[in-house]
């Protein structure tokens, strides 16, 4: 179980933001994990070892998520890529991995985009782009996310009922999850006053146009991303989540740069079961970039 007192914290804009740093300063580059929601650095546990003895890993917990933090903001996007940035920036970090899942693909790759000399690699997985339309996510998902984005079911199933952590999230991994690693994960929203941001990111996925802003921001990001020669890592499940298993197959063949890899049965938080292989495979690559 992840204990506060594992945890390092640095200020950023007024709040802490807690995170693990396996250390090993003279070691180029910093691998950078990045979570999303509902999750924390936790969701790292079985790979950074992996990855560890070849590379100063970074795992952050997002502001309002895990030990970080909870100030009272509205928790937009465009917030959390403010303290992304400015994460980075607290701690000097110039030349950089980044291991990228859900939310922390949609930060890591706007950010990416704007600070590319300093990128070494990009790992990604069951990441945020911009969805054409609702008929392009798995009906399951798209189903989820219209209720989740209801104004009044919405905010009683995230906030009231705290269904993002208590149902989403095991019922997004193969098998479920365990009471010891539920224990971990919805320790950081006890209190319903700390489920704004579950609530929030939801209304933030970027379909059919909206969130505008948002809309913009992943469109940019993703047509860096299929343009670019940045070396890339990329991991596919089936039947997948936010990357139903045929676009990810798309991806493997159209990404530039980019070793692909088929994990197999999989849904959204594919760390839970294919932690060991997604830390090898991440190590064999890294040493490619050396």
């Known amino acids: 179980m992840v204990d506060h007192r ?3 914290y640095v200020e950023v804009l007024g709040s802490k933001i807690a995170y693990v740093d396996t250390g090993g300063h003279h070691k180029k580059p910093v691998v950078l994990f990045q979570h999303g929601n509902p999750t924390s650095s936790y969701l790292w546990r079985d790979v950074i070892p992996h990855v560890a003895p070849h590379a100063r890993c970074i795992a952050a917990d997002l502001i309002g998520f895990g030990y970080s933090d909870k100030p009272d903001i509205a928790y937009r996007v465009e917030d959390h890529a403010r303290y992304f940035e400015s994460f ?14 859900d939310w922390g693909s949609a930060l890591g790759l706007d950010w990416a985009r704007r600070h590319e000399k300093r990128v ?8 945020i782009p911009p969805i054409p339309t609702w008929g392009d996510m798995l009906p399951k ?29 095991p019922g997004d991994v193969v098998g479920g999850l365990s009471e010891e690693v539920m224990e971990v994960y919805r320790a950081p929203f006890l209190d319903p006053a700390h489920r ?9 996925l970027p379909i059919a146009g909206l969130p505008v802003d948002v809309w913009a921001m992943a469109t940019a990001y993703h047509n860096w991303l299929l343009g670019n020669d940045v070396s890339k890592l990329f991991f596919w499940v089936e039947p997948g989540a936010l990357i139903p298993a045929e676009r990810g197959a798309w991806y493997a063949e159209h990404l530039r740069n980019c070793r692909s890899v088929a994990l197999g049965a999989g849904e959204h938080f594919l760390q839970e079961n294919h932690a060991d ?11 490619t970039l050396r």
């Open 196 to 204: 704004e941001p579950v609530y929030r990111f939801p209304n933030e």
């Open 88 to 101: 980075i920036e607290a701690l000097s970090i110039e030349d950089v991995v980044l291991v990228l899942h």
């Open 6 to 8: 594992d945890m390092k």
């Open 141 to 169: 998902v798209a189903q989820a996310f219209r209720c989740f984005r209801d104004p009044v079911q919405g905010r009683k199933m995230v906030v009231d009922e705290n269904g993002f952590v208590e149902q989403t999230l």
């Open 277 to 287: 292989i997604i830390g090898q495979e991440i190590t064999q690559w890294l040493l």
């Open 120 to 127: 070494r690699g990009l790992v990604l997985m069951e990441f």
